[in-house]
């Protein structure tokens, strides 16, 4: 399973682009990025996941190198709700492969 | 989307009981399951997979008698926490993947705050 490794904390005033990079230098050629945020006495929500390039939906956008070797989770104009921890975790996408979670990034939206 | 949901989400209880935590797919078969635990301030730690209709598989330093795992159906997975003990308390929380999806992300339930007296 490939490691990742990212900030501890982060901190952003409300309204501001917030950018979280991860760098997994031992991916795997089948393994997938896929970022999940993590509010205080919850599980886990997914929030985006790619392979290659760039994807985007909603919430936010996952930006990916040609070499894959590292990735960034882009939050658009971040809110005081944006205030969580955020996981980068890397893994082939098959339904018995577990996610083994680092420490993630701890985020705080300022107002 | 999917959704995994988790019963009970808080449980407190007296040293010595047994707990049982449910963890459903409710729109969604999923051969596996995953089983987690979360202390304050950590990261989430892989306890055990969990398949269906044959035994569990433990992450090294887990207990199975400790910590028992039945996976009966396509849609429900149990971790009974037996005897437990203060430091058993902790935040568990289980994740599926619908069953034959590649390429699909884990889906996680809201997790069960379990608290020993």
């Known amino acids: 399973l490939a490691k990742t490794t990212q900030p501890i904390s982060m901190d952003s005033y409300e309204g501001q682009e917030v950018n979280i990079t991860c760098s997994h230098n031992?991916?795997?050629?089948?393994?997938?990025i896929t970022w999940y945020q993590q509010f205080p006495s919850q599980g886990p929500r997914f929030i985006i996941q790619?392979?290659?390039t760039k994807v985007t939906n909603e919430v936010a956008s996952l930006f990916i190198p040609a070499d894959r070797k590292s990735s960034t989770l882009s939050l658009p104009r971040v809110s005081l709700s944006d205030t969580a921890v955020y996981y980068c975790?890397?893994?082939?996408?098959?339904?018995?492969?577990?996610?083994?979670f680092g420490k993630g990034t701890r985020l705080s939206v300022i107002a | 989307g999917a959704v995994v949901s988790q019963h009970p989400s808080r449980v407190i209880c007296k040293s010595g009981t047994s707990v049982k935590i449910e963890c459903r797919s409710l729109?969604?078969?999923?051969?596996?399951m995953f089983w987690y635990r979360q202390f304050p301030k950590q990261s989430l730690m892989l306890m055990a997979t969990?398949?269906?209709?044959?035994?569990?598989?433990?992450e090294q330093g887990v207990e199975k008698d400790k910590f028992l795992i039945n996976h009966a159906s396509l849609t429900l997975s149990t971790l009974t926490v037996t005897s437990a003990h203060p430091e058993d308390s902790s935040f568990y929380i289980c994740?599926?993947?619908?069953?034959?999806?590649?390429?699909?992300?884990?889906?996680f339930g809201d997790g069960t705050r379990l608290s020993i007296l």
């Open positions: 729109d969604f078969q999923a051969t596996t």
């Open positions: 975790l890397v893994a082939l996408n098959s339904g018995n492969t577990p996610l083994v």
């Open positions: 969990s398949n269906e209709g044959s035994k569990a598989t433990y």
């Open positions: 031992n991916i795997a050629t089948n393994d997938y």
């Open positions: 790619g392979y290659k």
């Open positions: 994740s599926a993947r619908g069953q034959g999806y590649t390429n699909q992300p884990q889906h």
